[in-house]
């Protein structure tokens, strides 16, 4: 008997030891809660039974609204099942706090109790050193706010007061405990179709119809979003009406799937400028199997990582272009993204990014509001997140700002990942990447004339031989209007006879203000020696421009290039 007693007090000691932090009997006590903080405590019934509920909340005398608010959260549903109520309240004139004391029956389960302060009435209301700031914040914060809630029987034996458990153990995927102006993304791989469930919380303005802090599922092959919480499918989520509630379904077919999230600069769990949700732990995103015991099996994290990028124009200040020549030893498929900005109209951009055929010099990819998403922060703010498929070749990836919205120079909120504002682009896979490599325009052996960044007032020249005869495209950037070219070039051969002429009629506008035009032609000339002429005015030119540049401001000037093949 002794030894069984003795086996009886090891077992509870165990049990004791290693059970979730779980203590009997015991009151939830919320008080003298920061200003700027959430509080919240949770507890576990065992059973269906009676709680007690005293909270003490804040009222505001001159207006018809609460400088507090506490509810309590089943933690499996994630509903309200009790908020304090200003209708049952008793008021007292004096210290200007609303009691309710009552009594109710809750199921088995887990439950959450939290208590906030409303932030747009407690600027006042915060301590310094344990002070107020004066005797009039006594009316926006008291330490007696608060709320108890306890077993309604003295046994109270079903009531055991609970540790939070923030962190879903049987998530796919959770990104919750975020801050402000963050961005975080997470992976996951179904070997099998399988139904998702999704929970997100976040930010968002009805007068806009567009949120700001929310979360989306891109497929990692395509890059498509094929999920993605916009505003129209949401439901309020308590607390202030900017705060939105997603929770849904969705069935994916076998792939790979990035889960992101973004928030702007300003409410959430770092600091709520207006009344927090109901459920602000979960202030994000958690993406869970819809029949777990099911799916899970089917469900893996993602194992292979995003390729470090190839090119990475980026932190592209205001007034800036740049480009890098890289060049494809066989077709390959990559992976683009750009950050940039679309002009007022929403028609058009005006920071960009755009891939350029070296040989031909045509664009063969451009960034365009209508290829573009929504890239948080201020609604100019656009990206492009996709894949292209090139041809062997060499090409040159550019990228344009115009004077105004630009990294760390914002007009409106920064994007997500303002860090990347310009153009990135990286393998699509690892094979791909042995055959991907840079080229620098300089060394191009098929360039056999180069008269770029040429100035005003300048009258340039550079003589090439050709052994046989050829074909050669020329590329010439400059200045015309009414059909007259005032910046310009031309070749001549060596009795000084003009072979070509950059004439307007031939010429197409160059982006930017409409007198930059572009000449793009391929001619053929006989064995023989020439001569490459370029010629401005007093002015519009090389990074002295009186009109928006050209896209392609660093080629004003002639290029004659070696048609291969």
Not at 162 to 180: H, N
Not at 334 to 361: K, M, N, P
Not at 378 to 401: E, S
Request: proline share 4%; charged share 30%.
């Amino acid at each position: 008997m002794i030894k069984l007693k003795h086996k009886k007090y090891l077992n509870l000691f165990i049990l004791f030891l290693f059970s979730p932090i779980l203590i009997s009997a015991q009151s939830i006590e919320i008080y003298d809660i920061s200003p700027d903080q959430v509080e919240s405590k949770a507890f576990h019934l065992e059973k269906r039974g009676a709680i007690q509920i005293k909270a003490f909340v804040g009222g505001n005398k001159s207006k018809n609204e609460l400088l507090s608010n506490c509810w309590i959260l089943d933690f499996g549903s994630r509903e309200v099942v009790w908020e304090f109520s200003k209708a049952k309240a008793k008021k007292s004139r004096s210290r200007r706090i609303l009691t309710l004391e009552e009594t109710i029956r809750l199921p088995k389960g887990r439950y959450q109790v939290f208590y906030a302060l409303n932030p747009q009435r407690n600027i006042v209301g915060k301590k310094i050193i344990g002070f107020f700031f004066d005797r009039e914040s006594r009316k926006y914060y008291s330490p007696e706010w608060g709320i108890t809630v306890q077993p309604a029987s003295k046994s109270g034996r079903s009531f055991l007061v609970q540790e939070r458990e923030l962190e879903e153990k049987k998530a796919v995927v959770q990104l919750t405990e975020i801050y402000d102006d963050e961005y975080h993304k997470k992976g996951f791989t179904l070997t099998a179709p399988v139904k998702l469930r999704i929970y997100s919380i976040g930010e968002g303005t009805k007068s806009g119809r567009q949120m700001s802090d929310f979360g989306w599922i891109t497929n990692v092959e395509t890059r498509e979003r094929v999920w993605e919480m916009k505003y129209r499918k949401t439901e309020h989520a308590g607390g202030a009406p900017k705060n939105r509630k997603f929770e849904g379904r969705l069935m994916l077919p076998p792939g790979d799937y990035m889960v992101h999230y973004v928030t702007d600069d300003s409410h959430s769990n770092e600091h709520w400028n207006q009344m927090p949700p109901y459920n602000p732990d979960f202030w994000g995103i958690t993406i869970w199997a819809d029949d777990f015991k099911r799916d899970h099996a089917e469900i893996k994290p993602l194992e292979r990582g995003e390729f470090k990028p190839i090119i990475e124009l980026t932190r592209m200040r205001n007034n800036r272009y740049e480009r890098q020549g890289f060049q494809l030893l066989k077709e390959a498929k990559v992976h683009i993204f750009v950050l940039g900005e679309s002009s007022h109209s929403r028609r058009s951009l005006a920071d960009y990014g755009w891939i350029v055929d070296a040989s031909t010099r045509e664009t063969v990819w451009k960034m365009e509001y209508r290829n573009t998403e929504y890239a948080g922060g201020g609604k100019k703010n656009r990206v492009f997140d996709g894949f292209v498929t090139l041809p062997k070749g060499k090409y040159f990836a550019c990228y344009r700002t115009d004077d105004s919205h630009a990294y760390r120079s914002w007009n409106v909120d920064a994007p997500w990942m303002p860090e990347s504002w310009g153009i990135t682009i990286a393998c699509a896979n690892k094979t791909n990447k042995k055959n991907i490599q840079l080229f620098d325009e300089r060394d191009d052996v098929d360039i056999l004339v180069r008269l770029t960044r040429v100035h005003d007032d300048e009258k340039i020249s550079q003589r090439f031989e050709l052994t046989k005869t050829t074909h050669v495209r020329i590329y010439a950037i400059g200045e015309g209007r009414s059909g007259k070219m005032f910046d310009y070039g031309w070749i001549e051969d060596d009795e000084g006879e003009k072979v070509w002429k950059m004439e307007y009629y031939d010429t197409e506008h160059a982006g930017g203000g409409t007198k930059n035009r572009v000449a793009n032609q391929v001619i053929k000339l006989k064995r023989g020696t020439y001569r490459v002429y370029f010629k401005t005015d007093d002015s519009h030119s090389y990074r002295d421009w009186n009109t928006t540049p050209p896209d392609d401001g660093e080629h004003w000037g002639i290029t004659v290039i070696l048609v291969s093949g």
